[in-house]
């Protein structure tokens, strides 16, 4: 069975890795993933699956679904890039275009191994028999509008039985880390405009504001938890230096590895922002643009992807591969990547630092950490059963985010992880399919790491997609060309 669907994705090599690469060149930011969003629904619906687009209030929103009955398996494929990261597939920095986006996370390969998974589970279950239901997420804006925890507010998610999601990586693995919750808000400041040196005294400085509630945030985190972390830009701070701005805007990130640890650390923040009204002179307005929770690890499927990462087994390389791996690590400074492994505390991590490629399947290492960063498929991990595994795509030690990420993600060695990926789902999907107990361990254990507690959706009602700033943050990236 799982055969079958395995042998699909070989014989379908080809059009599976032209979807990632024309997405890969797409390279549109969250909630504008119109081409790519478009390509991945259209496969998806040639090869029968029902498609409901612009789902969660997202036109670039979708699900796309097969079958009837239980259980429901929920696959979830993401597909926004990140400004300023325009790359060449070369190992060299290289722009295809100056200032353009880039997929530095790998989300064209994330889209296009969830699609591809998804159309093969379907292929072997109309082969063999199998009644129940896998369910595509086509999932907009993980980077920066946490897409998924709308498309979880709109009651997407429930009834599927349990979920699985790909995201390319430096390892091939399932770990069972947590991931940090996060708020993501912006705060606007209104003032009052007058000359600065001819009538400062009729002015009243937004800038001011902005400022001082940075300075309060700032000695704020001495007394908060170690591992939260807060960071803010200042988006708009002022014309000019004889003017007293009316109007300034920061943006902040905040933090936590629980969701009611970054509650209390908001809560206190806003509170900052009232005291820099006070001192200030001004008022300002609150935009909450999206927040998620903590990620929730499964061990049992931890060891169902790893199971069949090993069965498939893991891709091998080329000479002009590794070489291509190998300039690409040049680039990333010794010591660099010594902290990076010793910081996510890598397993034997002497023993990789002459390693490019990671070529074998290892064991999650992780389990009871929170990884620093944040992610909206925590908010599915607390509706349902989920795993997001990783497949070796980027060169061990390179930076998240960079311009080392986008050329693997264009290249070859972008696309045995792809290929790779895409077998992974479709066989543990299948054995989530047909074998019960696996389901049914899967639940107990979601429902004994819930302890009781009850998800909350972090977006409060009246919020929609924040769909006009990121149209808006669109048309700057163009200008930037």
């Known amino acids: 069975m799982k055969e079958r669907a395995w042998r699909w994705i070989e014989e379908n090599r080809d059009r599976i890795i032209e979807i990632s690469d024309r997405i890969w060149g797409y390279a549109e930011l969250g909630l504008v993933e119109y081409r790519s969003s478009k390509l991945l629904a ?37 597909y926004d890039a990140l400004p300023g990261l325009s790359q060449k597939p070369v190992p060299y920095k290289e722009p295809l275009e100056e200032g353009a986006p880039g997929h530095g996370c790998g ?179 609150v935009e909450f643009l999206g927040g998620c929770y903590n990620l929730l690890p499964n061990r049992t499927l931890s060891e169902v992807v790893l199971a069949n990462m090993r069965e498939i087994g893991p891709p091998r390389y080329t000479e002009e591969e590794l070489e291509f791996a190998r300039r690409i690590g040049e680039t990333v400074p010794r010591e660099q990547k010594r902290d990076a492994l010793r910081r996510i505390r890598f397993p034997n991590w002497e023993r990789y630092m002459d390693v490019d490629l990671v070529q074998e399947v290892i064991d999650p290492w992780d389990e009871g950490m929170v990884m620093p960063a944040s992610t909206d498929v925590g908010d599915v991990s607390w509706k349902a059963p989920t795993m997001e595994f990783g497949t070796t795509t980027f060169v061990l030690g390179t930076p998240g985010h960079s311009w080392q990420a986008v050329a693997c993600a264009g290249m070859s060695i972008g696309h045995k992880s792809l290929l790779f990926a895409a077998k992974t789902i479709a066989g543990a999907a299948l054995d989530l399919l047909t074998r019960s107990e696996l389901l049914r361990r899967a639940q107990e254990e979601f429902r004994e790491r819930l302890k009781g507690r009850t998800y909350r959706s972090p977006i409060p009602e009246e919020v929609r997609p924040p769909l006009e700033v990121a149209r808006a943050a669109a048309e700057a990236a163009k200008r930037k060309r």
Not at 225 to 245: L, M, T
Request: hydrophobic residues 40%; contains cysteine.
């Open 107 to 285: 989300h064209n390969i994330h889209g296009t191994s969830g699609m591809a998974g998804a159309i093969a589970v379907k292929v072997a279950m109309e082969a063999a028999g199998i009644s129940g239901t896998v369910k595509f997420f086509g999932c907009p804006a993980e980077e920066n509008y946490d897409g998924k925890v709308f498309m979880v507010r709109a009651g997407l998610f429930d009834g599927v039985d349990a979920c699985l999601s790909h995201h390319p990586g430096q390892v091939n693995t399932a770990r069972l880390g947590s991931s940090n919750a996060m708020n993501s808000v912006k705060f606007h400041f209104y003032g009052k405009a007058s000359h600065a040196a001819g009538s400062p005294e009729q002015g009243r400085s937004a800038l001011d504001a902005v400022e001082l509630m940075n300075i309060g945030v700032n000695y704020m985190r001495e007394h908060i938890i170690d591992k939260a972390r807060i960071h803010y830009v200042i988006e708009v701070g002022g014309g000019q230096p004889n003017v007293v701005p009316d109007y300034a805007r920061s943006w902040y990130y905040i933090r936590a590895p629980e969701r009611d640890q970054v509650e209390e650390i908001y809560e206190w923040v806003l509170r900052i922002a009232d005291g820099a009204d006070l001192m200030a002179g001004t008022t300002h307005r």
């Open 42 to 78: 259209d496969e998806l619906e040639r090869h029968d699956f029902r498609v409901e687009r612009g789902v969660a209030g997202m036109p670039t929103a979708f699900v796309a679904t097969w079958g009837s009955g239980r259980p429901v398996i929920g696959i979830m494929g993401e």
